[in-house]
């Protein structure tokens, strides 16, 4: 993914996203990631507007059903042209090979086959809610860890994970893999709800291989400056190996 900065578009107006991206620079060097608010509104022609526009779009749709649902869901959104998408890897292997294969029989000819990616545990989970509420006997890392195996050995290109993770990650699951970290944060920022976070310089260390960010860039007086500043500050002196 060569150190990109994915920049979610978590808004509920078509207008509110056109604006943003009059002033984030040419399609071609913009990296968005739309998930389902703005997908259940507008469906996939907005998808493949942008697409055609040429911004390089993640669909966050974090698929989780049945094998068979999945597979059938995931060959249609190949047919978009997207950079890559997500589903849950507490799905299991079978759906996620599933998805894989969707993918790979719905993508047209000639195109690049959209990477899959698995959410592992999200960054609003804390270790007491994984404890308390999802009966889960293992540690955050260890969880985390599990799943992600699950999904590389089911077909996935790489898991959804806090920056936090990825190290551990590379150690446990080969650095073979993209590790795409969201929860990041520019030093001055707020935290929102997310609590597993990390500024973009951090997760570069980490060892992060693309970057989602929303608030702070949508929420910005500036957002271009500041989608320049943290695109920057993560690839500003990048090691290959972490790709």
Known sequence: MEKAVFVALDFDNQNDVLELLTKLGHPQETYLKIGMELYYHYGSDFVEK??????????????????????????????????????????????????????????PTGNNTPKLLAVTELTSIS???????????????????SLAQTAKKAGADGVICSPLEVKNLKAKVGSDFL????????????????????????????????????????????PALVYREIKKEFEQNASRSNY
């Open 50 to 107: 942008l697409v055609n526009q040429g911004y390089h779009i993640f669909l966050d749709l974090k698929l989780h059903d049945i094998p068979n649902t999945v597979y059938r869901a995931a060959r249609q959104i190949a047919h978009l042209g997207i950079f890559c998408t997500t589903i849950h890897a507490l799905g299991g292997s079978e759906m996620i090979s599933a998805a894989k294969k969707g993918l790979i029989d719905g993508t």
């Open 179 to 222: 590790y795409v970290t969201p929860g990041i944060r520019l030093v001055d920022s707020i935290t929102d709800d997310q609590i597993r976070i990390a500024t973009p310089q951090k997760a570069k260390k980490f060892g992060s291989s693309a970057l989602v960010v929303g608030r702070p860039i949508t929420q910005a007086e500036d």
């Open 127 to 145: 270790e007491k809610i994984l404890a308390n509420e999802q009966n889960c006997s293992l540690s955050m890392a260890e969880q985390v860890v």
